[in-house]
């Protein structure tokens, strides 16, 4: 029993390099993907382009018919202002002045990248900067305690200490996971917590870390689409999200784009 559980949360250093391949072409995704972001883009295109790039160099989008209420129609999650995560990509075209979430996830050899971003559509204020910044700031808060010896409390805790000392809220339902062959493997990594408590973390563990941050509440609600997850009292969202292994030598971030 303890020998597949470790398997399965314990990489070796071959698998943490095919998860580094898959995590560096779902960076160059999202890259490519920020760069089309601007007022009248239908949320569709930046899905098909998305599609495109990963199957162009021998991917398969990870979150397309991914179980759920129905099987996840796309390549991308595309969430609008008070919708936090899960937004499915469709014909609305995006807005002068939205802020909007990008969440993918990418196979490649058989090993899973995820990760996010969020930013904004044109201009966008001064509010809605802060807010993005925070939450990109809260995710690496959260990637600095991912070391051996450190426990999941520590990373909530550290997430949430710096959403909340901004004066934002973290959902209580939706939570960082591990992940590897699979997308959602053990542990679930709250966006809160308190440090030293839950599991304790070990060299090859790879988890996504992904800070979801609302402006208002810390309730959320899901849309009649089964999907889309929106803050309960529809102010703003954001979310940041990476891809982390935990090595010797500290946080090693899987989903950056790498030449080669
Ligand atoms: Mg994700
Ligand atoms: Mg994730």
């Known amino acids: ?25 779902n960076d160059r995704v999202l890259r490519e993907v920020k760069a089309l972001i601007k007022p009248g883009v239908a949320t569709r295109d930046l899905d098909a382009a998305a599609e495109e790039i990963i199957r162009d160099h021998g991917g398969i989008p990870t979150f397309k018919g ?17 919708e936090m995560v899960h937004g499915i990509p469709s014909g609305r075209t995006l807005t002068e002045g939205d802020i909007v979430s990008v969440d993918c996830g990418t196979t490649l ?47 909530g805790a550290a997430i949430q200490a710096h959403v909340e000392g901004a004066g934002y809220h973290v959902p209580q339902q939706y939570t960082g996971h591990g992940v590897g062959r699979e997308m959602h493997e053990p542990p679930q990594v709250p966006n809160f917590g308190v440090p030293g408590q839950g599991m304790a973390l070990r060299e090859g563990m790879t988890i996504a870390i992904e800070p ?4 208002g509440t810390s309730r959320t609600q899901v849309l009649s689409d089964q999907w889309t997850v929106i803050s309960a009292d529809k102010s703003l969202t954001a979310h940041y999200e990476h891809t982390v292994a935990v090595t010797a030598n500290g946080p090693l971030i899987l989903t950056r784009y790498r030449e080669d």
């Open 1 to 25: 029993m303890m020998i597949s559980f470790n398997k399965q949360l314990i990489k070796t250093e071959l698998e943490i390099k095919k998860m580094q391949a898959a995590g560096s072409l």
């Open 66 to 82: 991914y179980p759920g209420p129905y099987p996840y129609p796309a390549t991308l999650t595309i969430s609008i202002n008070e």
């Open 109 to 155: 050899d058989g090993y899973i990248g995820d990760s996010a971003f969020t930013t904004g559509v044109g201009e966008i204020d001064e509010e809605k900067q802060r807010l993005i910044e925070v939450t990109r700031e809260s995710l690496f808060k959260g990637i600095e305690q991912m070391r051996p010896g450190k426990h999941i409390g520590d990373v």
């Open 212 to 215: 979801m941050v609302l402006v």
